[in-house]
């Protein structure tokens, strides 16, 4: 996942990612910020509250709609959106073989709309995550079978967790 933060007036570009053998539990996360790498230890405490450990140093984290409250300082965000760059990424990759689903962002999982075996179509809701405070529905990227749903209601996943897998 990527967000842009506005901090002291500077726009800064971050980078989020699952580190190897991290999960939604442990929340090791790969950062990068402005290009440089960051060692960054996350725990999703409930939907939008993160504790975050930076340097040995423990922060606070609270998603609050479209700013981000970290050690008592607001800074505004904007996420990029990982759904409208598969979309440009075009339709035509998605014809064949299994897609994933994945989450675009940190959160709880509140609805899971199908079960393994349902057959669905294109852009049809298949989960539904909360995170910073709104429920965001995910979609299938293609018109297919499930054959594997990875996640149940109350789970929290990470930015880039598997949620579902359409065949």
Do not use: H
């Not at 509250?49 to 300082?73: A, K």
């Amino acid at each position: 996942m990527t967000v842009w933060l506005q901090i002291g007036g500077r726009r800064r570009r971050v980078e989020l990612r699952s580190s190897e053998g991290g999960d939604a539990t442990s929340g090791a996360l790969a950062c990068v910020v402005d290009g440089m790498p960051l060692a960054v230890e996350a725990r999703l405490l409930r939907a939008g509250v993160l504790s975050l450990i930076v340097d040995g140093r423990q922060y606070r984290c609270l998603l609050d709609g479209d700013v981000v409250i970290i050690d008592g300082q607001r800074s505004a965000f904007e996420a990029a959106d990982p759904r409208s760059l598969q979309a440009r990424q075009g339709a035509g990759a998605a014809a064949e073989g299994a897609r994933a689903v994945k989450a675009p962002m940190p959160g709880r999982v509140v609805r899971v709309l199908v079960n393994v075996g349902d057959q669905v179509e294109a852009q049809q809701g298949l989960v539904v995550i909360e995170a910073m405070k709104m429920q965001n529905e995910l979609k299938s990227p293609k018109a297919g079978k499930v054959v594997r749903i990875a996640v149940a209601v109350g789970d929290t996943v990470l930015a880039g967790g598997v949620l579902v897998v359409v065949e």
